[in-house]
């Protein structure tokens, strides 16, 4: 008995050192959900860095593209272990009634017992373990690649939304502005119109005007809200409750125009090698060339070697004690002559999708070049508009200085002063819509040729 202990000990240390109990890691309880990251208060001033650090902790699609590398890496353990020897531990107890036992040897053996360990060894597959392992790191390498391409979408979805409320809330600032001046112009005509210099319509024409000033500064106080809300769903801010559940951040920055000029065969050249999406397609496709060989490695045998140590009790004896131990090797092999065509299915498919990867890797090439087109084409029309904006503004702003001048001395009418006040509105608001549009335009410029965003390089 103390034999066949030393055996079970033995076979059950050794189990445990090739980590193969199964029924342990059965046992453990389910991980809980990953924790989310720590919600801050809302803070009293936010820069764009702050959003885009933010994004980069808590963004939900940021956060699901690397829930799905641990994927990856876990399919390479996984494939892995088909490379590396397999241990596996096997023991079995029978017991055998009366009516049974009496029929062989005499009744003396109506209880056996079996236990063993083996070790299983692959020597050979065709080259499809090594295949499938290659696959399966280049599909990690792939995995890394769209959190690459998912990190500069995200990037700029904040940008384009921290933008927006930079927009929104200097809307505000030229609608106040506006609505200031025709309060101002309507206290004129009332002092005038008490004066007797003027009618009472000049007055009801200032305060018509001034009504109808309102609508556009309450539609912007709304877009600053709207805008505000969607940059917190883009930064995945789930906080905002509580005592800060009306409480808004002073945002910092300002839209400004800054000419920049990017030359068009080196922003194609820079997109081809370093946009994260064609470095990911062309893991794909490396991934899906070694699928046709791991596919066609079912044409060629597999080997194995064996070994092991195994106890038994001995037939000839009813005494659990009485037990035979020893040392197994061996040599295991399979081919498959004949499967019914189901590894010439297994090719054709493996085929066909290395065929979709090289067709996808050049289907998204000519979609970045476009673009690439695309956005140097919109960056300059940005730039041209947010030239002639500038001009504009100055001659609205000395066009509103002289009409001022001219009806204080009688020389111009009340509607020429009120049409330079609103020139210079929409001249204002255009100028700013336009540097708007460049902020926009230059990142997404940047995110199409492939340039790593600031933020992200500060990071490493």
């Known amino acids: 008995m103390k034999r066949t202990a030393l055996f079970a000990a033995g076979l059950l240390a050794a189990s445990a050192s090739a980590d193969v109990l199964p029924f342990v890691e059965a046992l453990k309880p389910e991980p809980p ?10 803070p009293d001033l936010l820069t ?58 005499g009744g003396l053996n109506y209880q056996n017992w079996r236990a063993a360990i083996t070790v299983r ?17 280049t599909t990690r390498s792939a995995a890394v690649f769209e959190i690459e391409a998912v990190v500069n979408e995200v990037l700029l979805l904040v940008r384009t939304r921290f933008a927006d409320v930079l927009l929104n809330r200097e809307r505000i600032q030229v609608q106040e502005q506006g609505v200031a001046l025709l309060k101002e112009q309507l206290q004129t005509a009332k002092n005038r119109f008490e004066a007797g210099s003027v009618s009472q319509f000049e007055v ?21 809200r709207v805008a505000i809300d969607e940059l917190r769903a883009a930064l995945g801010y789930q906080g905002g409750f509580g005592a800060d559940l009306q409480k808004v951040p002073d945002f910092t920055g ?49 080997v194995y070697l064996t070994g092991g140590y195994e106890g038994v009790k001995r037939s000839s004896s009813n005494s659990l004690n009485d037990s035979l131990d020893g040392w197994t090797a061996g040599v295991e092999a399979s081919w498959a002559l004949f499967d019914g065509a189901r590894t010439r299915g297994k090719v054709a498919q493996a085929r066909a999708q290395l065929n979709q990867a090289r067709l996808s890797v050049a289907e998204q090439t000519l979609a970045v ?26 001659q609205a702003e000395e066009a509103l200085r002289l009409a001022d001048v001219r009806y204080r001395n009688g020389a111009a009418t009340q509607l020429d002063v009120l049409q330079a006040r609103q020139a210079l509105t929409e001249a204002s608001l255009n100028r700013l819509q336009a540097n708007y549009r460049h902020t ?9 040729v492939g340039e790593s965003d600031p933020i992200v390089a500060s990071a490493h």
């Open 204 to 224: 009801l024409t200032a305060e018509v005007a001034l009504a109808n000033a309102q609508p556009a500064l309450i539609s912007a106080r709304n877009g600053l």
């Open 440 to 448: 926009i335009a230059l990142a997404t410029v940047r995110k199409a």
């Open 369 to 394: 070049e476009v673009e690439v087109r695309r956005a140097l084409s919109s960056l300059q029309e940005a730039a041209e508009l947010a030239e002639a904006a500038a001009k504009v503004v100055g």
């Open 33 to 42: 959900p990953a924790p989310a990251p720590v919600v801050p208060a809302v």
């Open 254 to 302: 300002t839209l400004e125009y800054h000419p920049v000029a990017y030359e068009l065969a080196a922003s194609l050249s820079a997109a081809r090698a370093r946009r994260p999406e064609l470095l990911r397609l062309e893991q794909i496709r490396r991934a899906r060339e070694s699928g046709v060989t791991v596919s066609k490695s079912d044409y060629l045998p597999q």
């Open 48 to 105: 764009v860095d702050q959003a885009l650090r933010f994004a980069l902790e808590n963004n939900f699609a940021i956060r699901q593209a690397r829930e799905r590398l641990r994927e990856q890496e876990g399919l390479i353990v996984e494939v892995r272990a088909q490379a590396i020897p397999n241990v596996a531990a096997t023991a079995g107890y029978s017991r055998d009634a009366k009516s049974l036992s009496e029929a062989r040897a």
């Open 121 to 137: 060894q692959l020597v050979y597959s065709g080259g499809g373990v090594s295949a499938a392992l290659d696959a399966a790191k």
